[in-house]
């Protein structure tokens, strides 16, 4: 009535609340296709990929199951009528006739619930495994996930978008999508039978045909706007959930990968009140959330309650009057409750659909972080290969913020030359080595190597997970005979770990710092590349050790190029010469 007299009256004063309630209204429709247009964008990979055959057969195998289940479900409301009635009638024949029936009628249906769960697991599975492999080559290829450290944003986590995300984002979309055409077709068929037994009731001296419809949709209906209401907030909550468990998590993580530095530290205390806090927002969202559902779990319980008497009392005018029977009344419960379980979707899958819409967030910002993290995979620098020198023309560096570090780079080093780079600390000596090795996107220049391999080894080395000949030869895939191997890591003072090679251990915390940057210098003498930058590789060993394993380069056959980054005095004298990098002014 309200918006009839506003359109009769355009002169009256328009309702400041009006746009408002439109706003809100259009408002919610736009993000809800926004939140579809999200999903598809997300799933269609894989449904236009290699494996859309076999994803396609098995999606139309599930949806032929639940549809067989769904005629199932409607033999057996015209079941409830004929068995009420032949215990109305007192038909004891009938009767047995019916249990056999309904025999049939649940094996058949007990069968369709097996091999449809069995069909949508072997599809989540199937689009979980293609998921998983996708995202982590992508975050692989490039050196994206160097990139995405670089502007790592709280609740980032790629670990736990590739491993935990990926699957409820396969499983939520495929439970939630053929659920709802399940319950689509469901309510169909169920609404059919329910119109057919409804009849015509007199209202105020008005006829309405299929009352009891009516009455069960606007019931419903009604029912799953106030779960929105009340629910709405649920999808912000869960996402904040997931952001803060990641949180507290990572630190978990980065306490266990510095166990000893905290040791030292004597930083238990401080560590365990970083965790408590991050823990305490973990709690106060997870409470958040449970009165939330508190909230839902009464109205929606309320609501369920009233349900079971509801169609009685809709077939009860009817029933009183004489014009259905007992057995129809039974048939009229069991079709309501059919009907009222496909309206009541909405409601009982609402934690469920906000669930799914914060993993599509989630899985949507780490899509778009890494495309672009890809889509930024070209150097500035220009790399080119060719000559027996290495060579860096005007080369430029900055820090993310676009600070300039060092400008005007010019460097020249022949063949079989060692230099040494100096610099005060935070001169952009290890970010110099970034850019050489095309991994540090704010650089600009020119930069020239010798045709054959280029290795960098760093203050730590990487020590995979698995043997000591797998760490040995990375990042290559183990070769050569076991001799070679034996007297590379005798070269390198190893050689207690010879008998060791094919065991498969944590090596990154078995073996000290210095045995680490011994094994890094066995890898250079086992991969014998033309290049070798060496950023503080010896800054964990004995001068000793240091003076030994340089000259163990210095006199390899093959005469590498040696780039070396240090403070140590003692490391000129192994150094053909010095650079000198200074910060811009």
């Known amino acids: 009535m309200t918006i009839q ?47 859309r055959g076999y994803a396609r057969r098995m999606l139309a195998l599930l949806l032929a199951i639940k549809f067989t289940t769904i005629w199932i479900c409607v033999q057996q409301n015209h079941w409830y009528a004929s068995f009420y009635a032949a215990i109305e009638s007192r038909d004891v024949s009938a009767f047995m006739k019916q249990i056999g029936l309904f025999g049939l009628i649940a094996g058949s249906f007990i069968a369709s619930l097996v091999y449809s769960h069995w069909v949508a697991e072997s599809l989540k599975l199937r689009w979980r495994n293609w998921l998983v492999r996708r995202y982590t080559r992508d975050w692989l290829s490039n050196r994206a996930y160097y990139r995405l450290q670089l502007h790592e944003e709280p609740g980032t986590n790629p670990d736990q978008r590739i491993v935990e995300d990926l699957g409820l984002f396969a499983g939520q979309t495929i439970n939630l999508s053929v659920g709802f055409l399940d319950v ?40 799953s ?107 009229i419960a069991a079709a309501c409750g059919a009907v009222r379980a496909c309206l009541n979707f909405f409601i009982t899958s609402y934690g469920q659909i906000a669930q799914w819409r914060a993993t599509t967030e989630r899985l949507k910002s780490f899509r778009k972080r890494l495309d672009e993290a890809k889509a930024d995979a070209s150097s500035p620098v220009t790399a080119e290969r060719g000559g027996e020198a290495f060579v860096v023309r005007d080369l430029e560096l900055a820090l993310p913020s676009r600070k300039t570090l060092v400008t005007g780079v010019n460097l020249e080093v022949a063949r079989g030359e060692a230099v040494l780079i100096k610099g005060a600390s935070g001169t952009g000596k290890s970010t110099m080595l970034r850019a050489v090795a095309g991994i540090w996107p704010y650089a600009s220049g020119r930069i020239s190597f010798a045709e054959s391999e280029v290795f960098f080894v760093p203050q730590k080395p990487y020590l995979p997970l698995g043997t000591l000949r797998q760490a040995a030869f990375y990042p290559a895939v183990p070769s050569g005979d076991d001799e070679e191997v034996a007297r590379v890591l005798e070269a390198v003072r190893l050689g207690h770990l010879i008998e060791r090679l094919d065991e498969v251990d944590n090596w990154g915390q078995l073996l000290s710092g210095g045995e680490q940057q011994r094994l890094g210098f066995a890898r250079i003498l086992l991969a014998k590349p033309q290049t070798v930058f060496l950023d503080e590789a010896t800054s964990a060993l004995d001068e000793d050790t240091e003076r030994y394993l340089y000259e163990l380069l210095r006199k390899a056959e093959w005469k590498p190029t040696i780039l070396s980054i240090g403070h140590r005095s003692t490391l000129d004298r192994f150094h053909d010469g010095t650079f000198e990098l200074k910060a811009a002014a």
């Open 184 to 223: 689509a077709v469901s309510l169909i068929a169920f609404t059919t039978i329910l119109w057919g037994l409804s009849g015509t009731v007199t209202v105020a001296g008005f006829s309405i045909a299929g009352y009891m419809v009516f009455a069960i949709f606007g019931y419903t209906f009604l029912a």
């Open 5 to 51: 007299a506003t359109i009769l009256r355009p002169d009256a004063a328009p309702r400041r609340r009006s746009p408002v309630r439109f706003q809100r209204l259009f408002g919610q429709e736009a993000r809800s296709f926004s939140f579809l247009s999200d999903v598809w964008s997300l799933a269609r990979p894989y449904w236009q990929s290699d494996e």
């Open 225 to 331: 706007w106030f779960t929105h209401l009340i629910g709405n907030p649920l999808a912000k909550l869960h996402t904040a959930n997931q952001n803060l468990e990641s949180d507290f998590r990572y630190g978990l993580v980065r306490l266990r990968e510095n166990a000893e530095t905290i040791a030292f530290y004597r930083g238990e205390e401080r560590e365990a009140g970083l965790l408590d806090e991050r823990w305490t927002k973990v709690v106060g969202n997870f409470w958040s959330i449970m009165r939330r559902e508190r909230s839902i779990g009464f109205f929606a319980h309320t609501h369920g309650q009233f349900s079971i008497i509801l169609p009685f009392l809709l077939s009860a005018p009817r029933f009183f009057t004489g014009q259905i029977t007992f057995a129809q009344v039974m048939q």
